[in-house]
């Protein structure tokens, strides 16, 4: 069997009754908490994500003065989001590598889709707090956040800090995870999948379905360039369902601008 | 006019339409995450602060052997339960004054009702994250995290680690804000009002009618003993309906126990 | 019997001799070091705490411009106050919740006396330094320091840098301790008994007696209405002894003013 | 014209006169320093990075009586590694997020090929520090830090800590950058072009021609399918290349084993 | 002139009106606070430090099972020890270099006169305390943290922790300041004549005479073989000052022993 | 047999064969990177350090507006430049109390031969990283940072950034350690014989012979006053020796200036 046919060839019955190439259960609840700019909780599965962006005036030192603007993004687990209680960083005294590291891969997503130079001397400030996870905690976060920034832009507008949230967005932006599971690459995986993946990738996409990251890691089985292309394919899939997830729930809340 | 008067002979209108002796509206949602031994969101008016219970075999090093347990707390907001978003203490490398303070008064509250014998060498962490904060935050943690410590007991006795969470709670525990407010003494006071306040206390009671904690200040202005009587009259009313609300909701989901 | 009698109804010897609504001998000495603008050595028993009121021109960023003075403190114990040695907080490389709190509590109780706009854009900072600690060194913290406030603003006033240190200064401010041991209402509890106490209340109060700052846990033993009562009228009474013996130091190098 | 045929058909003159598809030259130093069980100096056109390999008995508290071995790396750049000085992480206090993230990339890379059973209860730590940076500096890493390791286990095999060297390494794996520059794909950036490339790719590989780890970014412009698929071309061939470079390396010294 | 000459040539008036190669007035009280095994001020003029000496039994983990014990220091100066105040060092959260510096020197020289086999595996931890700096606190710090020591040597065999204090104390150590002002070499240098300055030097001896640390530093001006000859006679003449100071006050208390 | 004569007496034959009065062999390169204004390698027999001289307009905070330059240093030792690894710095959160005084003591030392006000208001950092560790690193530290801060004031003066190289440099500097080793005085300790010194000496000289610093240690034995005389001596005879390499290394690439 050649790996291409590996994903219509057969039933795979995941734990949770999924295909191999369907997405968990995605819901987007926008103005989630009252006060910041965009507020969005994201639950796919059984993960949830709580994403605000917040829009302040200024940028910081290093970009002064550009006639640009920034985006910036921090994740973080609440201690009980996991089974095992995880100790708070603040606590701890400094962030860990893993947090930085997918604090970094936010920032850079979406900053992928932002025209800084329509944003003007602004800063867009995107928070992704885990209230509880179950695998695929940082494609959550890019997705929740992209709608949290559009509010938080459409506020902007409607103060009249900038000119047109529009401009400002060039694309869309999702990510979802991917992954090889006992040689079966899958789409979307829960936290019990994840543990046993050999290969784990990260793909965020825009809405014009180009690519703006791809992270793929195969710490416990290297994964050859076929494979590569059938979870490429997936995450196309996928990233493609999200999106629509995310206009519908841009439009609901209606005439925001 | 006597101060002791003062809450019954007027009409006094808040910002909110409350009279100056009534707690905002009061929600409790047990089992708000999946994951926790006890999880709750405690909602009081604008104030919401998730509550999270974990109940871990075995105590601090400094406590072994004592057959006692042991009962801790950590407070911490998020970014953006504020007006204006708050660096994250992750970030800024160490636990501020104001959250060492609060989780200590958290953690002392709590362990003022439960039996460290009977709870046995088994430790309960309690986290309360603001997630929208408008005033009262600390004594909402109190509330919210009765609850949350209940269920985990119910889940300790269930899964056969204690003989009986009744047995270790000895009380409940509900905590309220009080202060005063251009001379008026008033329960329960949202930001506008906290900001306020010349007197500002926070009263934790146990359902018998007990102080367990009394902490005052008056940076802005000294007050009397007799003002100190109405505050506590008032702090006494407000933690009965909150103790209402903590058996209210421990009674909804039904037979835990 | 009623709890109210019980102060006056028994001879209670405790372990030091003294009275239940006995403070233990305080003595304070001005310009115990030769540069601090203000230098204290409070004694309260065998607990000593060195007080330094540092004056300085200007506010923190946050206060400029605002025509307002400020007051800030911190506690730190050195290693050998206590019977056991404390590793230091430096070389921990963080302040630990204890010291955040007593600071913090310090601060509230000193700034509740002080005129901020008398006081004008400059800024007292306190810091108390326990050499050696037998319970109730935070509230000798509160009555030292404002000795050492005194004694910088008549230096400020000498040095021309405000006006009137009198007009400054709108009340004197003490604390002391109480507590409930063995159901015993006691005043001014040394280590032995703090160690043992259910209750225990620090109670800050101004010249004219009134509280600034109340604060009493109950850890170990909820307390009563009551009981409440019977442990304000010993810490109003401690306080009154307290005030008396600053005004006697502030009386007796003569005429700073 | 095709992106397919980008690379061959137009002679691309790179700032320093390479083709698209050629490396820097590459030089790989074993035993740069005498005392660690490996020591690589790799220098990738002006990159030199300084890999050491630190074998040690025993493993993390966390892997203990697994009877499984760990590998773990970390990063770092010397202050005048480049152009303007970068402040120690050291003196400020914290390791930040790109070192974090290089750190625990280099980390996943040589597990990747390591088989934890055969190297047993035994650490191997790998120490990567850039002594001068000109773009590339983590994938020179990967493939120096691979001899290095590999050094470090024919010295454990020769001192009987392992059996054979042979059996814990499973494959090789080197690493290289490649992107896109002005809509040209390209092979191994130094700083220029890196600093001017829209999409920025790592990709380090196994000798048997597969994938570890994938790292596609686009901040500043996404990228095709198409675009993607060049890029792992010329990745592939970068690979292969750096990987007959450690094989010369690595029989240069003679009969280790 | 010769250099050799300069002391005894010319009748240096200093700004305290002494003579060159005289100390300031010394003082050294013992049992300073009750608790510590050892608790000493000494007061070199105007400056004083605040020395406890801590006698534990047992050693860290790196020096257990050597049948040796261990003698550590620690160095700190209080915020207004000094003219200015200096921030703390658990505020700031490090260390810095000063403090590390000096308190490694005093574990150094106390090391230096103490027999670590006849300690046996018991700890001595010296806390140095700057109450008031007016130079030389690092020299005062050693002269007194012997005497500190001494005293908790004694009582550790007082209470059998040891056999003899005689026999752990090899020698005793005191330790002075001299520099050159203006040319001319001068002994015990306050804060005033430090500042000044060229050449500064820090010279700690043992009662027979020998040295046990030299650190001569001349950052503004270097010095030469015959001005360190002059230097360093002045340092022995302090030094057998000193310890008869040491001496005298150990005699006092009387009967330790 | 008189101390004196102890250097000439016998034929000390050590270790690695030398004389006690014999340096290692000292080789000095230039230029060892690309991108520093300085950049040196120094190597002291096994002990090799990477020496880089960073030149930049201004200066700090505190001595702006002064017309006065400033020189400061930073050391720092790669993990695996010891026979143990030696875990990073950065990883620990905090600089080491060694480091500190290290990077302290190269500072002065290079400000000593420093004219700030010929370097008008600019800085050099210097940054001593130890590649490998065989005793004497802080001695190689401070003649090899010399090197390199010439070619940086040399790279100053062809910039216009300064008007003459040899202006700002009032002297050489260099340093060597010398020790007494089973009563035998012996210059240049490499690692074997510094951990079996019993007193040790760093000895920083200028090129007209002057000390800028002397620090002795006798942790193990103190030393009299006859043995530090022989120890000056050598260390005058190393120091002379270092000075001759530094002139040629610094001739070497010819016509810099």
């Not at 059984?46 to 640009?68: E, H």
């Not at 920034?149 to 800090?161: C, E, G, H, K, S």
Request: proline share 3%; net charge neutral.
């Amino acid at each position: 069997m050649e790996i291409k046919d590996m994903i219509s060839s057969t039933t795979v019955i995941r734990p949770d009754g999924r295909q191999s190439d369907e997405l968990r259960p995605v819901r987007i609840t926008r103005a989630f908490t009252d006060v910041p700019e965009g507020s969005v909780l994201i639950e796919c599965g059984n993960t949830r994500v709580m994403c605000t962006a917040t829009f302040t005036q200024g940028v910081p030192r290093w970009r002064k003065d550009s006639g640009l603007g920034w985006v910036t993004a921090e994740y973080s687990m609440l201690p009980r989001a996991t089974a095992e209680r995880t100790d708070r960083e603040s606590v701890r005294g400094k962030v860990g590598g893993r947090t930085h590291e997918i604090s970094r891969l936010i920032g850079r997503c979406l900053r992928g889709v932002v025209d800084m130079k329509a944003l003007g001397e602004n800063q867009i400030q995107l928070d992704c707090d885990v209230l509880q996870a179950d695998g695929g905690t940082r494609t959550a976060s890019i997705t929740g956040a992209y709608v949290a920034m559009v509010d938080a832009l459409r506020w902007a507008q409607r103060n009249r800090r900038i000119r047109s949230a529009k401009r400002v967005i060039k694309d869309s932006v999702s990510a979802v995870s991917v992954g090889v599971i006992d040689g079966r690459p899958m789409l979307d995986l829960p936290y019990l999948e994840d543990s046993r993946a050999m290969t784990d990738m990260n793909v965020a996409m825009t809405g014009s379905g180009e690519f703006i990251e791809i992270q793929g890691t195969a710490e416990h089985r290297p994964f050859s360039r076929d494979e590569l292309d059938v979870l490429l394919d997936l995450a196309t899939k996928g990233n493609r369902e999200l999106q629509a997830a995310q206009r519908a729930a841009l439009e609901e809340l209606g005439a925001a601008e």
